[in-house]
């Protein structure tokens, strides 16, 4: 017998660097998101600092998942009530990564480092690792954007028994190949979904900054690639939605 499960992921404005409109923001939208039963809620690429590959800034933002700064973060989101995932630039040591933590009531579940970084992310480098998680016996594994091009990263998920990959991703673009890509982007993630089995629940940014657009798309796709709900293209919006696993 199948069980229901509410999931829920943001299409919001690039906030970049500043920390504390993020966090608030990520309260505002979880606790909006726990009201409608959601026990699960994704947010998009780097959202916690902002997505950003010039080095300096990358290194300057980067935040250490062992450090002070990051256990007063996770105290700020002990009250929140679901499973959350956000992006984040994580350093360790010299190394950045492009990173998606699980958090629990305030506790470091885990995270996923994106395994395949796109041309212009060589400043970060790779993850390894495929982990997958559990919440309230629904089990889902991560891609980050990129990492949906290639079908070995969803099977890594679906592979390990996970019904659900969350995909937090970033696609502020220069306007014609946002044009292009539009479509493109929910097609992808669809062919994920059928090739795995796997329900799908993406984040991704939207509006525009310095002279790049980001139209989305937040979406859920079901096993058979059909997209079953997704926020309007360019709106700023929370998605609810119940999936059967």
Known sequence: MKKQFTVAACQLFDVQDDLERS?????????????????????????LQGYVVDERQARRRAIDLAS??????LEKLKPIHP????????????????????VKRGILLGHYRKNQLAAGE??????????????????????????????????AVANQGAALVVCPCY?????????TWKEKHNAIRA?????????LLSSDVTGERDGQISYGPTAVIDPGGEVV???PLMEEGLLVHEISV
């Not at 499973?83 to 699980?102: C, D, N, R």
């Not at 790779?126 to 079908?151: H, K, M, W, Y």
């Open 122 to 155: 060589r400043l970060f480098a790779a993850g390894t690792e495929t982990p997958v998680f559990e919440v309230n016996g629904l089990r889902f594994g991560i891609n980050i954007c990129f990492d949906l091009q290639f079908s070995e990263r969803a099977a």
């Open 83 to 102: 499973t959350l995932v956000i992006g984040m630039i994580e350093k360790v040591e010299e190394s950045l990564y492009i990173t998606a933590v699980v």
């Open 171 to 179: 696609n502020m673009l220069h306007p014609e190949n946002a044009e």
């Open 229 to 231: 709900a997704q926020v």
């Open 23 to 47: 966090l608030e923001e990520i309260i505002d939208q979880a606790t909006h998101a726990a009201e409608q039963g959601a026990a699960l809620v994704c947010f998009s690429e780097c959202y």
């Open 191 to 199: 062919e994920r979904a059928r090739e795995t089995g796997l329900w």
């Open 68 to 73: 002070v700064q990051f256990s007063e973060i």
